[in-house]
């Protein structure tokens, strides 16, 4: 054998053994806190955050879960069969360490901060998953959480999948000549509206769908008067469906505000349930998609045929 064969075997085996120790040390996660996170064993997994569940799901990794909070509303099945940790804002840390987990996988702005703090002081792994309402954000979502779960192939997969939607959905948004223009309305609280500004779920899901934010001089979400409203001339009212908590459209149109602008002219008030909407998960091309079918009726046939990314079931082998 020669100088030179002897030294590529000797590389080779030595890359090999790394790549046996980085497996058996664990698999590292930069997340949302811009820390490194070791995970050495995803086989008990609380998913807190109604998107990372929807993905795990995506990903056939549901047999792994053994914990989810109360906005894992997709699918149906994940809070029938498993146990329930709480509202995402409100987790209890015995309610999650107590289930034995050896992962948590939790959205980015989970809390309160107490029980963050104790989460991230236990043994248990946890990986804060980034939520950012871009497309891109989306996707590295997806890959984010697959890699955690040391699934890359099929998460490489999910995110293709989603990827040829958001496209399909791009092509769509292009033939819209005159965006219209939509206000996302979360509550009406003593007859003041709670509105999405710039920087939310609701503004990029409406640039999504091929229309434009009514609201555009601030970040966040925020009470605003009825001038505001009146000053915004929304063409469309937004909202989500919340079961009895939902705003009636008779609400909207008979609001002091919105009696001034096209919604109530034009009795242009949307509701579409809360997760599909503005979770930013596998589906959120698909919601664009129906909103924008909603706003623009007269392209809504040319949506038509939506791989809808979550029924890739070759994603989740």
């Known amino acids: 054998m020669t100088f030179c064969r002897i030294l590529a075997s000797v590389l080779l085996s030595s890359a090999m053994a790394l790549a046996s120790a980085a497996h058996a040390a664990g698999i590292t996660v930069h997340d949302a806190r811009n820390r490194e996170i070791i995970v050495a064993d995803a086989a008990r997994t609380v998913s807190i955050g109604g998107a ?64 963050m703090d104790i989460l991230e002081t236990a043994k248990v792994p946890l990986v804060l998953v980034p939520d950012t309402f871009t497309e891109a954000g989306l996707i590295e979502k997806i890959k984010l959480v697959g890699h955690a779960m040391g699934v890359d192939a099929r998460a490489a997969c999910l995110s293709a999948a989603v990827g040829a939607d958001l496209a399909q959905l791009g092509a769509l948004r292009a033939r819209v000549t005159k965006p219209v223009r939509v206000m996302f309305v979360m509550s009406l609280q003593n007859g003041r509206a709670l509105v999405a500004g710039r920087k939310t779920a609701a503004e990029e899901i409406i640039r999504l769908a091929g229309a434009t934010n009514a609201i555009d001089d601030f970040d966040g979400y925020k009470i605003i008067g009825d001038e505001a409203i009146a000053a915004a001339k929304p063409d469309v009212a937004l909202s989500i469906e919340r079961g009895k908590d939902s705003l009636p459209a008779e609400a909207i149109y008979a609001h002091p505000g919105f009696a001034l602008t096209p919604v109530a002219a034009n009795k242009s008030f949307i509701t579409m349930d809360g997760l599909y909407l503005l979770g930013f998960g596998p589906r959120t091309a698909s919601a664009a998609r129906d909103l924008s079918a909603r706003l623009y009726p007269a392209l809504a046939e040319r949506s038509d045929g939506f791989a809808s990314a979550l029924p890739a079931a070759n994603c989740r082998q």
Do not use: C, F, H, W
């Open 52 to 115: 990372i569940t929807e993905i795990l799901y995506a990903l056939g990794l549901e047999s792994r879960l053994v914990g989810v909070d109360t906005t894992s509303l997709y699918p149906a099945s994940a809070l029938q069969d498993k146990p329930n940790v709480g509202y995402m804002r409100q987790i209890s840390a015995e309610g999650v360490l107590g289930l034995n987990p050896t992962l948590i996988l939790a959205i980015q702005g989970s809390g309160p901060r107490e029980t």
